[in-house]
């Protein structure tokens, strides 16, 4: 029996419309139609041509309908960004991804799940939700994915990259119960690890679910303010830059390096907790564009990787994972999982385990932003 919802998918993943997907099975385009409705059940020649075409194997067709995974916050800003195809093409990327996660949670200790949902304001919820994934309130947080990981977040690094976004995050599985943030490749680690935060204040504040009918700027600006005040709590951060003598570029160029936060963000999160006025928050972006910081920033920070993946995979299918039995095991093409793990971090490439620094700035030297490798700073 081929269920219909499993055609869509592989389609959709491949970046495939129904008419392309017919072409390549030899049938017409309303025959795809049909068997992705459930109208039809395609016979034993066409599922190899569909399984051919998509270069799934055809037992991913006769499983079971994917697990409950909303598009989440991919529908915030989706639209404007991308085409529908490359949204479902994404949107499928994760599915799938999560449906792995999910499979191997269940043969593994899952770390349960300590994310609030709260009705309060995106600066108070910053505080709660340090607070409660367990991190230190003050301080820069050293790696936000590693800190999502461990306070039970299930974070899906594509192979891919997104135009104009670098992330999205849902509630997902049963009772959507599950937070999930989707992470895109980007070199720039302030960026990664910022729209990280943006996507937990979504998952904090919006329960990430739908999108609503109106409004999307106004939670957009939310979860930037929660993201700005969850990496850079107020007076910590208020103290360091007076201590440099005000904000200023240079003074924001050396913070980038300790706080792991771009040097734009910055500057809105100096006018957010009233460092600097209006006038002055402008002021600064036309300096940035005019240094040609707006493509480029000064100060490199290393992106993160998650780890839980392939962490779960090593101890299931050996390390390096064997990729064949990973693969025929959840009935994908060894090509997708290949692609999915490179996304994650090996145990090596973990950066130290404490979560954050002690020492605030202002009472010792400012020191460069912790990268994988380095050693543990006390
Ligand atoms: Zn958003």
Redesign the pocket.
Known sequence: MVNASRIRQARELRGLTQSALADRVGVRQPAISQFEAGLAQPEDATLEAIANATRFPTAFFQQDAPAEFPAG?LL??ARLAMTQREEREIYQLAAIAFEIAVALRLRTTAIPARVPRLAIPPEDAAIAARTLLGLNPHGPVLNVVDALERAGVLVIALPSALPKRDA??TWAGPDLGTPVIVLCPTEAGDRLRFSAA??L??LVLHSGTRAPEGGLRS??LE??AFAGAFMLPADDFRVEVLALGGVNLDTLARLKSRWGVSIQAMVTRAKDIGLINEEQRKYLFQQIVRRGWKRIEPVFVPPEKPRAMRKMAELLYRNPPDLGRLAADHRLPEEYVSQLLKGYATAVEMPPRAVVSRAPAARSRVVRFAAPKDKPRR
Do not use: C, I, K, P
Request: aromatic content about 16%.
């Open positions: 916050t915030f800003r999205f995050a943006h996507e204040g979504h939670l957009e979860a930037n």
